[in-house]
């Protein structure tokens, strides 16, 4: 159960059906039926014949069992319990109790998600007609970026949390200190944030230690090195971190998409696309378990809040300069689920 606080939104705000979230990665669907939960609510997931995903609330509606236990044979979906069929937009076909050429019941179709997309190996589900439209992001589609996907998380964390978390500045000489925070920058230099339709845009150069860089074992580079940030965030919980290496060269770009799944836990989809790793695999695996080990730094302190929701009412957190982007973040988040009606 959720408490209803004036001014903090829940991971199960009605108004977050009006938006894509992610639910799956690519790489969990496949031809037969699978469970995942969204906004409390859990859908079935498979590929249709035509390998399209296809989605569903997971409630058969002869008996409310979940269709995520049935299977798919022939472009048809068959309940475990009482067999009933349907196709693959959620037409019922078939009552086996009631016998061939039966009349069907009226009103017993599945209820299909209002719109998915199949992006950055990741799925996104709006339950009801999105009113914004996905991150895009450029590198994705550029060749000369090779991509890699960290294995989703569950934190125990509002999902706006979380968001913030990854807009946030402030935290890097701190939270992470043994990853790639510099302890003797600390002070947040004065940034511009710009707003757009649905999100907003910020960029930030800062000093960091980068032991990810082979140059700096070899000694030809130092460790505290400098790197430009562009974040780019897009309601309600999806944003990317465009990092450019000044003195090592290259791009870093890492994509956030983050599922409100139920009451209190999210689930972190994290994509990677990077040009600076020289094609090689081995690289890549290395960029992922640095990642991994960035992300651990994070949860570790999100997985120990405990919050009502996220607050999105200014008055209810104390904000400095330091914190604009993630005070805009909240604005737009709130001005995004006001026009919903
Ligand atoms: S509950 Fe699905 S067929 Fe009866
Ligand atoms: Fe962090």
Known sequence: ??????????????????????????????????????????????RDRADEIVAFVDRCPHRGAPLSMGSVAGGTLECAYHGWRFDERGKLLCVPALGEGAK???????????????????IFLAPKLPRAELLEIPEASDETFASGMLSPVM?????????????DMAHF???????????TSTKV??????????????SYR?????REDPAVAKGERPLQQHREMLYRYRVPFSLLLRLSFVEAKGTNVIGFFI?????????????????DLEGSAQRMTEALEFEAKVLAEDLWLQNSYRSDGFPLDAKREVHTKADRI??????????ALQAVR
């Open 1 to 46: 159960m959720t408490r209803d606080v004036p001014g903090q939104l829940d991971n199960l705000d009605p108004r977050l059906a009006y938006f894509y979230h992610p639910i799956a990665t690519s790489d969990e669907v496949g031809a037969q039926p699978r469970r995942f939960s969204l906004l409390g609510e859990n859908w079935v997931l498979f």
């Open 104 to 122: 069907l019941p009226a009103k017993a179709n599945l209820v299909q998600a209002a719109a998915l997309q199949e992006r950055y190996g990741v």
């Open 155 to 167: 934190a125990r964390q509002h999902a706006g949390y979380l968001a913030d978390n990854f807009l």
């Open 173 to 183: 000489p701190y939270l992470h200190k043994a990853s790639f925070g510099d302890g």
């Open 189 to 202: 230099d004065p940034y511009e944030v710009s707003l757009d339709e649905f999100g907003l845009r910020a």
């Open 206 to 210: 800062h000093s960091f230690l980068n």
């Open 259 to 275: 599922s409100p799944s139920d009451a209190m836990q999210s689930r972190l989809f994290t994509v990677l696309w990077r040009n």
């Open 326 to 335: 993630t005070l805009a973040m909240r604005r737009k988040l709130s001005e």
